[in-house]
Every structure is written in structure tokens, then in C-alpha cells.
């Protein structure tokens, strides 16, 4: 169950749409009336009259579901751009789960700002002209100050909470310091968090062992919460790390749900029937175990990924320190053209080579040149060997840049999308030149993957993007279209929904989501944004 925030009174009458209402039943034809906020009535035989003269919304040859939910978004501070998040709510989205990776924005005591600030402006789409907070409250009250867009949740991000404790450094936690961490995590949930997310590729996550997250997660699972990783290794020890997450789960007793799933690597693509066989196995035995997927098989994060964790220990400057010392580069180059792995972390710079990493955006005017263009160009343009331009870079950009990144074929992500644990998110970062999952993932399942390819049934679609989600996260209010639900809704074309965003033109908003309406109110209309904020923080209870 979640807490928003209360309705206006307004009366709208969807007329003549074909409902597919996120319970992976088949479609049917409705009249659907949304009254205070609140779905009121589905009526197959139509509406004829309602009192209060509604507003009536022609959805004739139109499919009416419910709002998507974005199982893993980065629009933590972009919520506090003028231009806010549209690029969400126009492709059907009407709530989003904040806090990926181990990597946000609350809790983090008011003398780590700074660090925080530039290691993840960049990941999260900016950042406010004044950010305040400290605590998930205080955060929380900041977003609904600004009458957000569309809904959001959040996870708890295992990065700061570490960083608090023990520092930025490469140190185990004893029983004290997990102890210490553990009453943040629980003031966290009570403040409305809906669980715990870790990214074990980026820094200080990485440095953490099972054994820490396990005892952390017992906090987690003690509030009703789940558990949200990026695992360590998504490539040649892909297997080995889910493994590792299943022993957390197990020991915590946390429900597990992975990040972005995936195989990453050509060569590594026969280990995906594998990886899906562990899934089920444990979820065989027990364990509640789900995990979410973008329809592309290319990724986006920031670009000093693709450096060795030991680089980044110690924080922000310490990183940019050792860019800048000829030992320590010596060091990085070394590693990063003769390793596949280097310590317990994959090579993701050996992974795919400088061809295949698209440099999405950079913080500075000065280098605004290389957004758009792949890292071998940026090289081959600076007259220097890939590693060399890539530490240059990210020195005078004080790491503040981000990535594409090309790891496989959409052929290999297909049975994942058909599982029964998967669930749909568009992991999108924002910038002058991002990731075309940022305004088109929801409608490209719909367009390729469910009217073009028939991966997916439409009804399987609908219900892995809402009703699955929505039970993922406890909402038990949203995500069906049902009378008594909250009043979080799309109406699409089935005909002509898809993505327009590409690779070289990713802005591009979708085609087909014609109305989109959050919390009882339209916020696209004919696929125009109406500029209606009707979204709210969605607080857990406990």
C-alpha cells in the first residue's frame, strides 16, 4: 500500500475503448468512468449518462490499460528540471521506482553533498538549483513541492548509507558499522522507501561482500521491502553473480529482484538459457525472485564505468587524482588492454572495445563535441590510443559523462522478455543525446516486440509493464483497471503505437499513446502533453 496525495474532483468518461486490464486477461469492450480520482465504474454495456456532465474522452479503436510502471528510471533529480520528465509520461508512464543502483540522492548528510553532486549529476539528469535535503523525508517533500509530472517510488541507495558509515575506501564493514547502516536503512523505510537497491559495478557498492548485504537486507525484509541489484558481473561471470544475489535472498530473507537483466557480450550469449534456468530454479524453491528488462540490447550508464573499481577509491578526487598520475595510469592502461577481468570485476572496457561505447553526454561545454560520437572517434580525433583519450576525459571532466554501450543482439534478450519474473523499465538517463530507452521503451514492446515480431501477447505486455509491477512493489491500488483503483491510465492505438527514438535521433517522442492520465487527470492528450501535474510521491506503509 502507498500514500499519494489527495484528487481534485473531476468526472471523465472514457468512451468506446477496448479495455486489456493489466491481469493478463483478454481484451474487452468498456466505457470506463473516473470519478474524484478513482476508477468508478467499467461498464462492458457502456455509460450512457453520468451525473456532473463529465468530460468524455472518444477512445474508440483504442486499447485502455493501465499507466506503466517504470521498474528501474534515473529520473531522480531531472523531476526538478523545468522541463520535468514528459519524456516519461509519453510513452505511457505514470509511475516510476527511483534510487537504482546503490546510486541517489537521500540520505546523504549535508558534508558529502559535493561528492555526491558530481558523481551523479550526470546519471540522474542534473541536479536542483538548491538541494536541502538530507533525509528521504526531506527529499521526498522536495519532489512534491515541485507538483511532479507523474508518480514515483523509491529504493533505498546503498551507496550513500556505506559512504556514511565507513567512507568512500575499499574497506570491509564490521558487525558496528553494519549494525550503523542498518538504522539508516530502518529510518529510510519508515520515512516511505520501498526497499534497497545496490550497484556492485560502481563505487563504494562494489567493495561490500555477501555477507554485508545480507545483514542489510535483513533490515530491508523486516519492513516488508525487496532487495534491487545491479549485479557484479553481467557478462563471462554472469552466473556466478546471480549465485551470490541468491544467497542473499536466502540468508536475508529479502525478496530479490535484478536490474536490467542481461548477458552482455556476443561470446557470452549461450550462458542466457542458463542464467534463466538458475531464476527459475530458485524461484522453484521458494525464493521470491523477479527482475526487470529494457527492450534494447544496449545499455546506458556513466562512462567511468568502464575503469577498474580500485580507481575510484577514497571518492570523487581521489579518482580524478590518479587520472591524472602517470603511475596510476600506466596502471589503468595495463589493465584495461590486457585483462578480461580485473580483480573479481569485468573488463567492460575489453568487453565490446572503443567501438561499440557511445559517449552520451559530458558536463563541460569545452568537450560538448564528443556527445554522439564513439569513444574510437573521440580517440582517433584527440591522436590518442582509446584508454589514453578515455582517462583524459574523464580527468577534466571530473568524471561527470556517460555512456552507450553495445553488449548483444535483440534476439538474445527475446526469452527474458517471455518470462514469467520479468518485468519492463526503461532505465533511462538523460542528456543532449541518450539512450533511445529513455523516450521509447514502453512503446516498442508494444510496437515491435508484441504487433511486429508477437514475442508477447498484448494482454502478457500490459500486464508485465502494470498489474506485475504494481505487485512487485505492493501497490495494491493501481496497476489493473478495476473499479475502486486509482485512476492511472493510458489509451493507445494497438495499430500504430511504437518508438520513434533511435540511436541517432533519441528524443523522438513515440507514435499511438494518445491519452495518458495520472491520478484522475489528463496529462496527454492526442499525444500532446497538457501540462498537468497531478503525480505525487508514493510513500510505502508499514
Known sequence: MAMGKDRRD??????GGRVVDGTDSEAFEADVLIENGIITRVAPEGIDEVEGDPRIIDVTGMVVAPGFIDMHSHSDLALFRPEGVGIKLTQGITTELLGQDGLSVAPIVEEDHSEWRGKLSGLLGGEPSQWKWETVGEYFDAIDATSPELNVCYLLPHGPIRAAVVGTDNVPTTSDDRAEMGKIIARGMAEGAFGFSTGLIYQPCSFADRGELADLNRYVAEDDGFFVVHMRNESTRVLDSFAEMRYVSERSGCPL???????????????????LAAIDSARAEGLDVTFDQYPYAAGSTMLDALLPGWVHAGGLESAVARLRDSRSRAKIFEQLTTLDIIGDEENKYARGGPATVLISWVGSEANAWVTGRTLEYVADEMGKHPVEALMDLLAEERLAATMISFWGTEEDIVPAMQHPAGLACTDGIYGPHPHPRLAGSFPRILGEFVRERGVLTLPRAIHRMTQASARRLGLDDRGVVAEGK????????????????????????????????????????????TGERAGAVLRKTH
Do not use: M, Q, T
Not at 473531476?10 to 468512451?15: A, D, F, P, S, Y
Not at 529482484?257 to 542464467?275: E, Q, R, T, Y
Not at 517522442?509 to 492528450?525: F, H, K, L, T, W
Open 10 to 15: 473531476e468526472r471523465i468518461l472514457l468512451r
Open 257 to 275: 529482484h535484478v536490474s536490467h537483466l542481461k548477458v552482455a557480450g556476443l561470446d557470452n550469449a549461450p550462458l542466457w538459457p542458463d542464467l
Open 486 to 529: 486509482v485512476a492511472d491510465l493510458v489509451a493507445f492505438d494497438p495499430e500504430e503505437v511504437e518508438s520513434r527514438a533511435s540511436y541517432e535521433d533519441p528524443l523522438l517522442p513515440p507514435r499511438g499513446i494518445e491519452y495518458v492520465i495520472v491520478d484522475g487527470r489528463v496529462a496527454v492528450a492526442e499525444g500532446v502533453l
